[in-house]
């Protein structure tokens, strides 16, 4: 059973029957014990004892599972929900739109260095001007 706080809880049944096989199985053994004490043979109270802890095992073992499977519920659910969020994807799509962009402007730069004029290319890039590289405006580029 969930409560609205998000963890997990024995329900009244589960409670009520770890608590009915841990009596039964203190008493066989306060009884064997007096049994004993009084020289009085009596086997049942092991056998009695086997089964109530038996049953006081599943029922743990039960409550552990399902609260288990609830934490394993509650990561998935937590896991998509980031996943679905598609910050991380939204992330990776403006960086790999940045770099074609990128690639974009440097293939435009060697392509207007490679078409310069021959009187331009003897001369370092860097020191002539825009008009002497020959390069066109940027509204005449088209991307």
């Known amino acids: 059973m969930i409560d609205s706080l998000g963890s997990v809880r024995m ?7 770890l608590l009915v096989a841990t009596g039964v199985g203190l008493g066989s053994v306060l009884g064997k ?14 056998v009695l004892a086997g089964v109530s802890a038996a049953a006081a095992a599943k029922v743990w073992t039960s409550y552990k599972n399902r609260q288990q499977l609830h934490l394993v519920e509650l990561s998935k659910t937590l ?13 990776l799509l403006m960086d790999k739109a940045e770099d074609e962009i990128f690639k974009e402007v440097l293939l435009t730069y060697a392509f207007l260095l490679t078409t310069r004029p021959p009187s331009a290319r ?3 890039s860097v020191k002539q001007t825009a008009e002497e590289l020959g390069t066109p405006l940027v509204g005449q580029l088209r991307f």
């Open 79 to 91: 896991y998509f929900k980031n996943i679905i969020n598609n910050r991380g994807l939204l992330t």
């Open 11 to 17: 329900s009244k049944l589960d409670q009520r029957l």
């Open 33 to 46: 014990i007096v049994s004993t004490l009084l020289n009085i043979e009596a086997n049942w109270t092991l």
């Open 122 to 124: 003897e001369k370092d």
